[in-house]
């Protein structure tokens, strides 16, 4: 072969290889920089790990030859992407940033909504909707987990790399993000489930008010489900009535009712609650954040006057003495004590006697057909008799229990400065 043509040949495939090598080099950055990546300083040895439910990671979709969307090579990673950010088994919630960068923003804009509709079609709908396990924490049924739908929270950008820093134009340093678009996933529960997190009834702490007494009704109190964005329920209506007028009781006095304890009883507040919860259907225990409260005198103090409220047992329901505390401080004297939703009812105000303590209390009577008479064994008592005016006398023990005060104190209801007092700093009152 004559050597000037193996010469030639040689030169000329050198050169297709340098060619081929200076193609190579061209287009190795630019499909380099498509994938899924996490915010990483240093090198992420283990990408496998680290995208296993990370906080935040991105996707990045190179140019693409198709100016209007994305190249078929990218299905596979919005198919990973999409696995890793929309799996039911995922717990994180993210949010999506959707930025293209390129110098023809109507190019740009056409290749995001590509890119939109693909996760939109992906879940069968007009927009990304993600379905999620979310762990929840219900004041009725205690822990449990709903599935949580909601529509993803998407925003859009569209950016000229000329017009950036070049800081602004890579991805964790290395990645050129020219010509490209840039999917962010990020962790953001409040966005995705709500800002409030939780649903409240009352969404507030609030107070119910009677004539003399009041309820002071924390927030969630009567029903709360932490972390879900569920809508409460509605038709919330709480009603307090108290009855601590002393005649009005006298005239139809029985005991607090109790199978085996003898209660003397000093007066009553009903409490009536509706609301679309059954609180008898919950399975948890319910808490003591609701704090019933009314106005007492120094002699009622001084008796060691309690609330009773029903309260279940393995027997069923029974009156139980309620931890009884008196505020603190130099307004008003006032009595409060805690109860939960299951004891709108009523509340009552009394003392746990003796059987031997009977006779200190109450009179006897020889006949069941007395006005107000009431039975303890095979006796019969009332709490009053009158006097030459008809006005009622009872013995000092169960006197000291009834609210007796002035006509022109007794007109009053609970005042303005007790309205915003706090449960905290009570003194217990003990027997």
């Not at 297709?16 to 080099?25: C, G, I, K």
């Not at 007395?370 to 013995?395: L, N, T, W």
Request: contains cysteine.
């Amino acid at each position: 072969m004559d050597r000037n043509k193996v010469y030639n040949k040689l030169i000329n495939n050198a050169k297709r290889l340098l060619l081929t090598v200076v193609a190579l080099a061209v287009a190795w950055p630019l499909a380099a920089q498509s994938g899924l990546y996490v915010p990483s300083a240093k090198p992420v040895r283990d990408m496998k790990k680290a995208l296993t439910n990370p906080e935040v990671f991105h996707l990045v979709l190179g140019p693409s030859a198709d100016a209007a969307g994305y190249a078929v090579d990218d299905l596979d990673l919005l198919d990973s992407a999409y696995n890793i950010a929309f799996s039911v088994d995922n717990p994180m919630l993210y949010t999506m940033t959707l930025e293209g960068y390129g110098e023809n923003p109507h190019e740009v804009r056409s290749r995001l909504d590509a890119v939109y509709r693909y996760f939109a079609m992906r879940c069968h709908s007009q927009f990304p909707i993600r379905y999620a396990r979310n762990p929840i924490r219900c004041s009725c049924n205690g822990d449990t987990v709903e599935i949580l739908r909601f529509e993803v929270p998407v925003q859009t950008a569209v950016y000229r790399p000329s017009e950036l820093p070049e800081a602004r134009r890579m991805l964790n340093k290395s990645v050129d993000l020219g010509g490209c678009v840039l999917v962010t996933f990020r962790n953001n529960p409040d966005e995705c489930v709500g800002a409030a997190r939780g649903c409240y009834v009352p969404a507030a702490d609030s107070t119910v008010y009677g004539y003399y007494a009041s309820m002071l009704l924390a927030k969630g109190s009567v029903y709360s489900v932490e972390n879900t964005k569920d809508t409460c329920p509605g038709g919330l209506l709480i009603n307090i009535e108290d009855h601590l007028n002393y005649r009005d009781i006298l005239d139809r006095y029985h005991l607090i009712p109790h199978r085996r304890q003898l209660l003397a009883q000093a007066g009553y507040i009903v409490i009536r609650g509706r609301w679309p919860m059954v609180s008898d259907s919950c399975s948890e225990v319910q808490k003591d954040s609701i704090f019933i409260r009314i106005p007492v005198t120094q002699e009622q103090l001084d008796a060691k006057l309690k609330f009773f409220a029903k309260v279940k047992t393995s027997r069923g329901w029974e009156y139980k003495q309620l931890p009884t505390r008196k505020m603190p401080g130099k307004g008003p004297l006032m009595l409060q004590a805690p109860i939960n939703v299951t004891q709108f009812d009523t509340v009552y105000l009394g003392k746990r006697i003796q059987e031997k303590e009977v006779g200190k209390y109450f009179y006897e009577v020889d006949s069941p057909t007395e006005a107000a008479s009431f039975a303890i064994g095979k006796r019969f008592y009332v709490a009053s008799r009158p006097d030459k005016e008809g006005q009622p006398v009872m013995k000092k023990p169960l006197k000291q229990l009834f609210r007796i005060v002035p006509e022109q104190e007794d007109d009053q209801s609970t005042p303005s400065s007790e309205k915003t007092r706090t449960p905290k700093g009570e003194e217990i009152i003990e027997d």
